[in-house]
């Protein structure tokens, strides 16, 4: 079995809007990824992903955002970061590190009003899972589209977190509540990984996002701290027969 995807939060220096990196999805590979990088020879390639404090203000009205709504999913704002990953290339693992400078400390994430992280549009974690349970799924995937979030309802009373298969019991996490600065983890088992794998082929990118959700309150919401995460990747260079 190949090692758990261990993964904590990011940050990055580039903002764009996701609907400019969905390319044309291929078909899915014929040979299994698992079974390429059983047999293939491995290469390693370390990235640093960082975002960078975001202020408050949603950017109400604002491409597909809505006006500002009490107790509804209004408006985000969306900071991502792309990996530079040769092309024809499968992944066998990722490692997330998710620490402060200090290689003893864990890192502190503050946001507001609700957070989700995706790769490729996969939701990774989220703050509020009440929203994840609007989005389309994909095996145990659940992909990000801002489009059947907003306008849904948004409770401060149901502040379940969302991990990636949790559910399932095939990863665990750790994700503070909203306006409170806490440690957040996520380790991710080897089924899930091959999933996360599988589908980062057939889209033939590595983006990382973090969107950040609000409904109404301008001086806070859509706001989070610095934070980042230190990528590790294992791939194999792999074309589907």
């Known amino acids: 079995m190949r090692p758990v995807l261990a993964l904590a939060l990011s940050a990055c220096?580039?903002?764009?809007?996701?609907?400019?990196?969905?390319?044309?999805?291929?078909?899915?590979?014929?040979?299994?990824?698992?079974?390429?990088?059983?047999?293939?020879?491995?290469?390693?390639?370390?990235?640093?992903?960082?975002?960078?404090?975001?202020?408050?203000?949603?950017?109400?009205?604002?491409?597909g955002n809505l006006d500002p709504g009490q107790g509804v999913i209004s408006a985000r704002t969306e900071d991502v970061v792309v990996l530079e990953?040769?092309?024809?290339?499968?992944?066998?693992?990722?490692?997330?590190?998710?620490?402060?400078?200090?290689?003893?400390?864990?890192?502190?994430?503050?946001?507001?009003?609700?957070?989700?992280?995706?790769?490729?549009?996969?939701?990774?974690?989220?703050s509020y899972g009440p929203m994840v349970e609007l989005l389309e799924e994909e095996g145990h995937l659940r992909l990000y589209d801002w489009d059947r979030l907003a306008g849904a309802p948004f409770s401060f009373a149901d502040l379940d977190a969302y991990c990636l298969g949790a559910a399932e019991g095939l990863s665990t996490c750790t994700i503070p509540p909203p306006e409170t600065s806490g440690i957040i983890s996520l380790d991710f088992g080897s089924e899930i990984v091959d999933e996360l794998a599988d589908h980062a082929y057939r889209q033939?990118?590595?983006?990382?996002?973090?969107?950040?959700?609000?409904?109404?309150?301008?001086?806070?919401?859509?706001?989070?701290?610095?934070?980042g995460f230190t990528v590790d990747v294992d791939y194999v260079r792999y074309t589907a027969d």
Request: proline content about 7%; overall charge negative.
């Open 13 to 63: 220096s580039q903002t764009l809007l996701l609907d400019q990196l969905r390319p044309f999805v291929p078909e899915p590979p014929a040979r299994t990824i698992v079974e390429a990088c059983e047999r293939g020879e491995v290469e390693h390639r370390a990235l640093d992903v960082r975002f960078p404090e975001r202020d408050a203000g949603c950017e109400w009205g604002v491409d």
């Open 85 to 126: 990953m040769p092309t024809d290339v499968a992944i066998c693992d990722v490692t997330l590190d998710f620490r402060g400078p200090d290689p003893e400390s864990e890192q502190i994430l503050r946001y507001d009003d609700a957070f989700i992280l995706t790769l490729d549009d996969v939701v990774l974690a989220a």
């Open 204 to 227: 033939q990118r590595y983006a990382f996002a973090f969107i950040s959700v609000g409904d109404n309150d301008e001086d806070v919401d859509c706001s989070h701290a610095e934070f």
